[in-house]
T-cell receptor, first 112, second 109 residues
């Protein structure tokens, strides 16, 4: 059974640009969560989607947005990138809302 | 003050040692307690999951929860170089899941 797949794995952007990250959950999993991981702040919750609806949202500015498609695949977008957005962005899928999380390997974003 | 506090380390111990990793928390609403392991360049994976106060064993790993002190621990017996990773505690309650910062652990052969 394939795990959670995130693309791209690495990317470099400059300040002011925008970025879209993609996540394909484990087959059958309908919940997708996104986290930002940095050395100083650790793992911080961005948002959770279930059946195309955002169920929970963390304390991030409106520049961070996401969506989920009918096949449970999810994308997150960050607009007007700032240096502080450099981080590892992790996607996790679960069968239910707040169920056991299965993480992907992450997308490492560097903002110059 | 963070809801979950975890010493980021790094922690370095010799092979075979007993490792103790700890987290404290402030939110009494947390009811479920988890430990995740994250290898370099990988996503976290669930290692152990507990609900109540007390101990839970799984092979060389023991998770301990003390709700009265708001303190959880993970013990690793007979540590191996393959245990070298970052260990994150996580707590769930009041409809949210909060992670600790993670402790980077190195087991030296």
């Amino acid at each position: 059974k394939a795990g959670v797949t995130q693309t791209p794995r690495y990317l470099i952007k400059t300040r002011g640009q925008q970025v879209t990250l993609s996540c394909s959950p484990i087959s059958g999993h309908r919940s997708v969560s996104w986290y930002q991981q940095t050395p100083g702040q650790g793992l911080q919750f961005l948002f959770e989607y279930f059946s195309e609806t955002q169920r929970n949202k963390g304390n991030f500015p409106g520049r961070f947005s996401g969506r989920q498609f009918s096949n449970s695949r999810s994308e997150m977008n960050v607009s007007t990138l700032e240096l502080g957005d450099s981080a590892l962005y992790l996607c996790a899928s679960s069968q239910t809302v707040s169920g056991e999380l299965f993480f992907g390997e992450g997308s490492r974003l560097t903002v110059l | 003050q963070k809801e979950v506090e975890q010493d980021p380390g790094p922690l370095s111990v010799p092979e075979g040692a007993i490792v103790s990793l700890n987290c404290t928390y402030s939110n009494s609403a947390f009811q479920y307690f988890m430990w995740y392991r994250q290898y370099s360049r990988k996503g976290p994976e669930l290692l152990m999951y507990t609900y109540s106060s007390g101990n839970k064993e799984d092979g060389r790993f023991t998770a301990q929860v003390d709700k009265s002190s708001k303190y959880i621990s993970l013990f690793i017996r007979d540590s191996q170089p393959s245990d070298s990773a970052t260990y994150l505690c996580a707590m769930h309650g009041a409809q949210k899941l909060v992670f600790g910062q993670g402790t980077r652990l190195t087991i030296n052969p």
